[in-house]
């Protein structure tokens, strides 16, 4: 992990913990003692740098406002590569941890005459802060928010207060329940205003499907964000990195990622999420054609082909040179 002065990072105390859901807790990040931390937009996230090595991503949910914490919701994967399992059961108040300066790659067009949010799961936590910043700012937005129970349905109590008198811009759908109803993204991506913003964060399939659902509107106007890898991982390897700042070459052998050689080697680079959503590993390309496997990168800033994702993705030609 780089630890470059091209990369800041903070020093934070788990001030607090709080059930929100089944399986989802939330993390108060407080500043050490007579310190205040970086401002954040709506939408924004943190890497958080864990005692056990790992390095995760989560969005802040707090009011963009507050200058005195960072709060973020966890939920607890069953298929957790360590890092959710690591919050719930082992991560206790008090301790001292790391996290990198908030960046914001989901950001809120706030003059959008209306925002329809949608989400799936966990996926409600940027938008919870998009929320708070839209009433705050008086403008109109609903959320679409889908969980299979009432009882993982998490900021339920929040969302309500958010709303305030217009409970009618909460539409919740629980498929997993009797008599529960699933939300049809087709149907209302289909029903939005030619001038709204929509915002998808969920699992993959709910992102997929409003990708096709919302193609033919402006792309301007479409925005999602992946918490899990959108491709596999690119390793058929087989290519060479050549580091424009040390003329260092790296071979990328099959079966390996453009990060795992670039580490074998010794090369000092940033990474958190290692499946290309989080932003963190994106490095400059001088030369060659990358093959994208990221879920981070918009489809014109891939066709640039200017940056890329070490952490997933891989090249299309026999040499990529990167500006390392």
Not at 64 to 83: A, F, H, T
Not at 159 to 171: F, I, K, S, T
Not at 229 to 242: I, M, Q, T
């Amino acid at each position: 992990m780089r630890d470059g002065s091209d990369i800041a990072l903070l020093e934070v105390r788990l001030g607090a913990v709080a059930f929100e859901a089944e399986r989802v807790q939330s993390y108060v990040l407080e500043p050490l003692s007579g310190q205040s931390l970086p401002p954040f937009t709506a939408g924004a996230h943190i890497d958080l740098h864990l005692p056990n090595g790992l390095v995760r991503s989560y969005s802040l949910l707090n009011n963009s406002q507050e200058r005195y914490r960072y709060v973020i919701g966890v939920q607890n994967d069953p298929n957790s590569r360590g890092g959710s399992r690591y919050m719930h059961d082992t991560l206790r108040l008090g301790e001292i941890l790391t996290c990198g300066v908030p960046r914001n790659s989901f950001a809120l067009y706030e003059d959008a005459p209306h925002s329809v949010l949608i989400a799936g799961g966990i996926g409600i936590t940027p938008l919870l802060s998009m929320i708070e910043r839209l009433a705050t700012i008086g403008r109109s937005w609903e959320l679409h928010y889908a969980c299979r129970t009432r009882a993982r349905t998490a900021f339920l109590d929040r969302l309500q207060q958010l709303a305030g008198d217009h409970p009618n811009r909460l539409h919740m759908f629980h498929a997993g329940e009797a008599g529960g109803e699933r939300l049809d993204i087709s149907t209302l991506v289909s029903r939005a205003s030619p001038d709204a913003h929509l915002y998808c964060c969920g699992p993959p399939s709910m992102l997929a499907a409003f990708e096709q659902a919302a193609a033919n509107r402006p792309a301007a106007q479409n925005h999602v964000e992946y918490f899990a890898a959108r491709d596999a991982a690119a390793v058929a390897g087989g290519y060479h990195l050549v580091l424009s700042r040390s003329g260092q070459e790296v071979a990328v052998e099959p079966g390996q990622t453009m990060l795992a050689a670039l580490l074998a080697a010794g090369v000092d680079v940033a990474f958190a999420c290692t499946q290309g959503v989080c932003g963190t590993c994106e490095t400059g390309v001088l030369s060659g054609v990358p093959d994208h496997r990221d879920a981070y990168l918009t489809e014109t800033e891939r066709a640039t082909n200017k940056t890329v994702m070490v952490c997933c993705s891989g090249s299309r030609t026999p040499m990529l040179v990167l500006d390392l």
